[in-house]
């Protein structure tokens, strides 16, 4: 295929974006995702100790809604609150964390909402609805519904071929652990899923599972730009290891990191894997137990971009090929 322009170019990198998107199996929306085998979200309070697992006491979901919802959506928490049988607490409950909405220009483009780190103005965009939480039982094991919104009333991105939020869950006092999910909904009391949504991150902050035999697993995209992918990840404490799958790679391992620290390894990127997802994969320990572990990932590629982790990967999970794998080593 011949492109007479760099415009052209551009347009068919949006084109094999879209088509990947829809070629995903739409079930629903919940963030973690049944798939990633994930219990839980996890942000402390703004006083905690990072030892216990959070590197900045924010995370940041963007959310994805298809130019065809036309109707309302909603966005969903589950068990808000904090000092409730799934919190983390240390010593009496003291904690509290605010979560916001944002939508309009800049929600999603403006760079310092794809970074990391909340610095800057990485709440960008129009504040569409936010509420602090603290020690309460009324939304223990129960729902709190944002909305309703317009679909319009997010940032329209047209690589996404949809309109954008965000929703931003921040540590504000206290130094416990809040554990939460999320769940896109056209429904306030009820979780109906929305064709075609989707929910990303680029820092992911979660509780592994208590069950030695879980397996957990994430899904970064692979953009046709990447040549090499940075993978980092943020206080492991020995609850045994990481390792990556994709068309091209068979559970090649990651280094972990030890209580509140940070470790990375690189990764080259072959031709096959761009425009894939990867999936990364969490084993438990099976000789120790570890319990209560909170665990931050990120993943970047060559120029120090982030890259998003999708809860419906784009283009399905991936499936590693070995002919890809042996053509790769006769290079």
Same mark, same amino acid.
């Given at each position: ?63 994805? #809604? ?17 000092? =409730? ?34 610095? =800057? ?16 039982? &009324? ?10 919104? *317009? ?15 965000? #929703? ?22 009820? *979780? ?14 979660? &509780? ?5 035999? +879980? ?9 046709? &730009? ?58 438990? +320990?099976?000789?120790?137990?570890? +319990? *209560?572990? +909170? ?18 990967? #784009? ?17």
């Amino acid at each position: 295929m011949r492109f007479s322009s760099k415009f052209e170019i551009k347009r068919c990198r949006w084109t094999i974006w879209l088509l990947l998107m829809c070629t995903v199996q739409i079930s629903a929306q919940p963030a973690p995702a049944e798939e990633e085998n994930i219990p839980y979200l996890v942000t402390f309070g703004a006083q905690a100790d990072r030892s216990w697992g959070d590197d900045d006491f924010c995370q940041i979901f963007f959310i994805r #809604i298809p130019t065809t919802q036309k109707e309302p959506i909603y966005i969903r928490v589950f068990d808000p609150d904090t000092g =409730g049988e799934l919190d983390e607490g240390k010593g009496d409950f003291n904690t509290k964390v605010r979560f916001s909405v944002y939508g309009g220009k800049g929600c999603y483009t403006n760079p310092d909402a794809q970074n990391v780190d909340p610095v =800057g103005n990485y709440n960008s965009g129009n504040l569409l609805a936010s509420k602090s939480f603290g020690e309460s039982n &009324r939304y223990n094991n129960n729902w709190y519904s944002f909305g309703p919104f *317009n679909p319009l009333e997010g940032e329209y991105v047209e690589k996404l071929d949809g309109q954008v939020f965000k #929703i931003i869950a921040q540590g504000e006092a206290g130094d416990d652990g809040n554990l939460y999910s999320y769940f896109l909904s056209t429904m306030s009391k009820e *979780n109906h899923e929305v064709d075609g949504g989707n929910l990303f991150t680029y820092e992911y902050t979660f &509780r592994l599972s208590n069950n030695q035999n +879980n397996v957990s697993q994430i899904y970064p995209y692979i953009d046709d &730009r990447t040549i090499s992918v940075k993978i980092s990840n943020f206080d492991w404490d020995n609850d045994g290891f990481i390792r990556i799958v994709s068309v091209a790679k068979n559970g090649e391992l990651c280094p972990v990191s030890g209580e509140d620290n940070w470790i990375e390894r690189e990764f080259k990127i072959v031709e096959e894997e761009k425009d894939t997802s990867m999936e990364i994969q969490f084993i438990k +320990n099976r000789n120790q137990k570890i +319990n *209560n572990n +909170n665990v931050v990932l990120t993943v970047q590629n060559q120029y120090g971009e982030m890259l998003p982790f999708f809860v419906i990967p #784009i283009g399905g999970v991936p499936v590693y090929n070995a002919k890809i794998r042996m053509r790769v080593i006769e290079r």
